[in-house]
């Protein structure tokens, strides 16, 4: 085994033991509705979705397991950026934009999403979505600064930013946050 297959072997076990950490963790936890202003908070305050003819640029992000290439990302206020996301894991992940506070406070709706069978290790099942919709009244992301992207796929977040202030792109598909994976979003004027 290389070097390398040891290092990603050892990453996608502590995942699975963040991942069984927190659930059990977050079971007790109270779960607001994903897609709500609890779910990332107002993003008015960091910025909006935006138009792909706005974008000044794209940004090609690739999300392994607990890490982002690149790992930080410079952008000026007011620039809208389209974000390019390729899934190269073996596992779903997010590339969210918020504040480290938003990112907190969305944990227990992607973790709702695990408990209803929506958040599946390697896949996002549509069908339990469309009933923890149906049973809920929300339940897949339906936020401009976040995208859910199953392995081998792609996703894209076009996002106008707007002040500066500290950002993270995140991953919050339980325990990926909390085993290091996120990225800096560095806003210059």
């Given at each position: 085994?290389?070097?390398?297959?040891?290092?990603?072997?050892?990453?996608?076990?502590?995942?699975?033991?963040?991942?069984?950490?927190?659930?059990?963790?977050?079971?007790?936890?109270?779960?607001?509705?994903?897609?709500?202003?609890?779910?990332?908070?107002?993003?008015?305050?960091?910025?909006?979705?935006?138009?792909?003819?706005?974008?000044?640029?794209?940004?090609?992000?690739?999300?392994?397991?607990?890490?982002?290439?690149?790992?930080?990302?410079?952008?000026?206020?007011?620039?809208?950026?389209?974000?390019?996301?390729?899934?190269?894991?073996?596992?779903?992940?997010?590339?969210?934009?918020?504040?480290?506070?938003?990112?907190?406070?969305?944990?227990?709706?992607?973790?709702?999403?695990?408990?209803?069978?929506?958040?599946?290790?390697?896949?996002?099942?549509?069908?339990?979505?469309?009933?923890?919709?149906?049973?809920?009244?929300?339940?897949?992301?339906d936020e401009g600064n976040s995208v859910l992207v199953e392995p081998g796929k792609s996703g894209e977040v076009i996002w106008r930013f707007s002040e500066a202030q500290d950002l993270?792109?995140?991953?919050?598909?339980?325990?990926?946050?909390?085993?290091?994976?996120?990225?800096?979003?560095?806003?210059?004027?």
């Open positions: 085994m290389t070097y390398r297959m040891m290092m990603r072997a050892a990453a996608v076990a502590l995942a699975l033991t963040v991942s069984s950490a927190g659930i059990a963790a977050a079971q007790t936890a109270s779960h607001g509705g994903h897609g709500s202003a609890d779910s990332h908070g107002s993003t008015t305050s960091i910025g909006q979705p935006g138009k792909p003819y706005e974008a000044s640029r794209t940004v090609r992000i690739s999300m392994h397991e607990n890490y982002y290439e690149p790992e930080s990302v410079s952008v000026s206020a007011g620039e809208t950026i389209r974000f390019l996301i390729k899934n190269e894991g073996e596992f779903v992940h997010e590339f969210a934009i918020a504040t480290a506070e938003m990112h907190k406070s969305h944990a227990p709706e992607m973790m709702m999403m695990v408990e209803h069978g929506v958040l599946l290790p390697d896949r996002i099942d549509q069908a339990a979505a469309e009933k923890m919709k149906a049973s809920m009244g929300h339940g897949m992301h993270q792109f995140a991953c919050n598909v339980p325990g990926h946050y909390e085993s290091g994976m996120m990225g800096d979003i560095k806003i210059s004027h």
